[in-house]
């Protein structure tokens, strides 16, 4: 990241979720206020990066008769989607931010809802 | 594949739609490259020259169409509209004729801000158009685009008077013709625009905004509406010169529209200069609930205020109630007298947000009293929303007073809840700006009840952020906060201070894009 105070790469959760939510208001009423960013592989690699299961954000709450598994980085995770979708429609892509995105998004097509919860359930036991 | 010379006349028009396709894909990206845009443009050009099929020659010009974009100068599509006046000219093709207009109105409608009235571009199609307008034959889609592109033309360009007249006088003889009305009326609209109204014009103007009225019964919702704004424009110009008979017959055209209730701001113009006229009009203005009418009605005596409370009061609350408070407020009751009638029930919220209008610093102490008696969560929420109001007219003095009483009470939403809605009313800069901002963020510190206390914040924090670029700044700064309150603040408040009329090289946007994204 070129800058260190970047909130859509802060270490909390819910301030990642903010700037990425305020970055698609962006892309969506000014498109061109992002352009410079189409070349910023910092950039590309940190809303890839929210767009990932993150261990990290899987915890599980034991209630003793029983045991909840929340997963904190869903919403993130949908808006950062939400984000990757509009940019690619609307920013020119450079080869390795495409090669980025595709391996992403196909990392996502490719573990089903199903298999997610799997992860998420052996993940947390 | 163009090069090709074994390719046969089915094979090319193939090429050029596979062509017009991909531009039309791709354009948002495409057109981000200068270089790409106009080495695609000058291709197009030069197979366009080469070419005699006609298909052929359409999908290439829709090319053109859609390659023009207003992220380069005018200057820069010279070659382009050099070729389409030449073609508009020469060829006698509909299908080549009507695309090449469409492509004018599209230059015209991009450029229209960039190319100054008096250029060699606006003459000669001025020249061209009003050849066409006089001749007026051939085909019906040539006919639409030559009108359609007529109307784009003035939408830009100042008038000469005597263009309006000739052009008024040619169109006027043609508004039977069904298929043609609606971009006649639009040419109509542009053409009147223009401060001084010469005698020549306003005659054919009165011939043909009768003319227009008859459209107001049409079934085509898009007609009736630029018929409207035709004849209200037209009003605008040279009511005064008008006929008794005509206004007379005008407004009974329309009197269908006023008990629907749809489109109220018809009648402006009389209004203006004569209120009396409305008189067999007046319930149904009142229930449009158009304050600026009905102030006008009631100062000139044509109605009174008690009768206006009385229709008022068997409208709908539910969904007109903003608008009915606005028109209380607008009627010249005092916010005391208001404040009588300021109960918990629906017609109590429409007063309360009545006394929002016209109360000053005095209404304030009751409407905080009021906060303390109301349970309807609505009724309270509109409380705040008035006294948010009240503030906004004096937010130099009293935003600073509220903040010293919000530091003395526990109930802190009630108070962000205050502050967003004065900014609703009024995004000026005042003196308390930066200390508004900072009294928000130290709020957040704390442990909110709810989540959402934190949007309502950035909601608040980020509208401040956009009144000036000062205390953007000082939003900004806040993303380097150790306080995870504060950054999450900052991080949202880009989405609502957000608008679309906000220019993207705004300084602050681009500060703020900075601190969130990079």
Known sequence: ?125 | VFNNTKFNDQLKIESSKILLRIIQIYNHILINNEQETFSLINFVLNELKKTAIVENKCNLLACLRELVSNDYPFSQYQRLWDYVFETVARTSTVKVQTIAFAILRRINETFKAAVPADSKYYASLLGLLRGKIKEFDGDKSIKVAVLKCLASVFAGLPVGEADAVYFLENLSAKLKIEVEKLPIVETLLRLQAGKVCSPEKAKVLETITKQVADNLGSNNYELNVKSIEAINQTLAIVGGNFSQATLTELLEKSKHLLNEGKIPLFFRPIVDSNPKMLKPYSELIIRSTETYYIAKLISAGVIDTSAVVKILKGLDIIEKGKKISLTLGSIGITASELLKEAEDTNWGRIIIGAVGYVGDESALGPLFKLLEGLKVEENRYAVCAAIGNVVSRDQGRLVGKLMEAASAVKDVYLYICIFKEMIGYNSQPFAQLPQLIEWLLAKSEDKFEAESNYFITSECVGKLAFISPEAAKLVVNNAKSANENRRLIVANSLRFGLEAQTSSDAYFLKEYIQAIGT
């Open chain 1, 1 to 125: 990241m070129g800058n260190a105070v970047a909130l859509v790469g802060d270490g909390k959760v819910r301030v990642r979720e903010g700037a990425v939510k305020s970055l698609i208001a962006v892309a969506q009423l000014q498109p061109k206020a992002l352009k410079d960013y189409s070349s910023n592989r910092d950039f590309w690699k940190c809303v890839v990066f929210n767009s990932h299961i993150n261990d990290d954000l899987i915890a599980t709450i034991d209630y003793g008769l029983c045991k909840e598994v929340r997963d904190e980085g869903k919403s993130l995770r949908l808006e950062s989607f939400n984000l990757l979708q509009i940019l690619v429609t609307r920013l020119t892509l450079e080869g390795p931010q495409i090669d980025e995105i595709m391996g992403a998004t196909l990392h996502r097509i490719g573990t089903p809802p199903s298999m997610q919860r799997a992860r998420v359930a052996t993940t947390s036991s």
